[in-house]
């Protein structure tokens, strides 16, 4: 009784480890193999990569970075040289334009100093014309001795002595001027205000031309009709000689009439130095 017990014992024991051993392998066939080193090693790799990517990634990020950053940090200095250069320009052509504007801002100096130049001739003028009269022989005057200054010019009013036309021309030029020669109502009424005897009579630097055909002053200019009254404009179209000055008046006599005559020159220019 006791074997037959025993049997049973390990012949069920055997059926249930034949069993286990059946389930396992149908475990097997339904898909969950045991881990293999082949599929470690590749998950392995996986990971590998995965990280690399990631480092990957990151530097990538951080190049980024640092490439916007010194982008931007070019573009500032792009920004403050365009405005350099701009402020440059500027100043080109503001320099340029100043350039332009030199001719008329030098003509307008020019102007000026004229001006202030002529002003300080006017006032040495009318200085030593002051002086001249207390002291007629003032260093300041731009005549010589015995010359009348008027104006731009100096007289000489030969009394004591007469000449032809030509004798007297010749005299005037020894002494380094022409016979005169009047240009204004002005000068002819200062002529005639000069206190001249009665009936002196004086050549003027005025006669016919008959290879002109005309009436011609001495540096053969024509004279001006406004000068002369008709009387007296009358004797010189109607007649052919020289002309004389007497009392205010022209007149024309023959050129080989011998009169007193009168000297022109050009007076010099009034020193400022000259007047103290």
Known sequence: MSDEVTYATLTFQDSSGARNNQ??????????????????????????LCLMLLIGLVTLGIMFLQMSNKINSDSETLNRLQKIIHHQQENLSQQLSNHRNLPM??????????N????????????????????????????????????????????NKEKTWSNSREDCIEKNSTLLKIDSLEEKNF????????????????????????????????????????????QINGSKGCAYFQRGNIYVSRCSAEISWICEKTAKLVKIEDLY
């Open 116 to 159: 202030l130049l002529k002003r300080q001739g006017q006032i040495a003028i009318k200085l030593c014309r002051e002086l001249i009269i207390h002291t007629s022989d003032h260093k300041c005057n731009p005549c010589p001795k015995t010359w009348q200054w008027y104006q731009e010019s100096c007289y000489y009013f030969t009394i």
């Open 23 to 48: 389930d396992g392998n149908n475990l097997r066939k339904r898909g969950h193999p045991a881990p293999s080193p082949i599929w470690r090693q590749a998950a392995q790799g996986l990971l590998t």
């Open 191 to 234: 002529l005639t205000s000069q206190p001249l005897p009665m009936i002196s009579f004086f050549w003027l630097g005025l006669s016919w031309h008959p290879s002109d055909g005309n009436w011609l002053w001495e540096d053969g200019s024509v004279p001006s009709p406004y000068l002369f009254s008709n009387n007296e404009l009358s």
């Open 105 to 114: 801002e030098e003509e307008f100096l020019k102007s000026q100093i004229s």
